[in-house]
């Protein structure tokens, strides 16, 4: 299960196109994960969390949308089943969540804008 490569909704990637003409992202390429999340939401929340933590994805966000909330996902440590995510923050559609790449903040997005 951990040597899997997950296909997130949404990445960001670090470079430019042409930089993965023969090849795909890896995990030290990648600055942001988002998942959409209704029917897939616990395992989005156990499984991929996991994995994305293992492979030392920067920030998972999933865009929950059962409990109309944003979920952040930071600082990943561990591997394998032991992999997880030492920060976590709940945005409510109220909120407006941080962009954070690299450890800047690139824009503030509005929850409500994101949520149904």
Same mark, same amino acid.
């Given at each position: 299960?951990?040597?899997?490569?997950?296909?997130?909704?949404?990445?960001?990637?670090?470079?430019?196109?042409?930089?993965?003409l023969h090849r795909h992202p890896g995990p030290a390429d990648i600055g942001l994960v988002i998942e959409?999340?209704?029917?897939?939401?616990?395992?989005?929340?156990?499984?991929?969390?996991?994995?994305?933590?293992?492979?030392?994805?920067?920030?998972?966000?999933? !865009?929950?949308? #059962? $409990?109309?909330? /944003?979920? &952040?996902?930071?600082?990943?440590?561990?591997?394998?089943?032991?992999?997880?995510?030492?920060?976590?923050? !709940?945005?409510? #559609? $109220?909120?407006? /969540?941080? &962009?954070?790449?690299?450890?800047?903040?690139?824009?503030?997005?509005?929850?409500?804008?994101?949520?149904?």
């Open positions: 299960m951990f040597d899997s490569e997950p296909e997130p909704d949404i990445a960001i990637i670090r470079g430019k196109i042409r930089d993965y959409v999340a209704h029917a897939s939401l616990a395992y989005d929340q156990t499984v991929k969390k996991r994995l994305y933590a293992a492979a030392k994805i920067p920030v998972y966000w999933i !865009i929950n949308l #059962v $409990n109309n909330q /944003v979920e &952040v996902y930071t600082e990943p440590t561990g591997t394998g089943r032991n992999a997880t995510n030492q920060q976590e923050q !709940i945005y409510g #559609v $109220n909120d407006e /969540v941080r &962009v954070v790449i690299d450890g800047r903040s690139l824009a503030i997005i509005s929850a409500k804008e994101i949520l149904p």
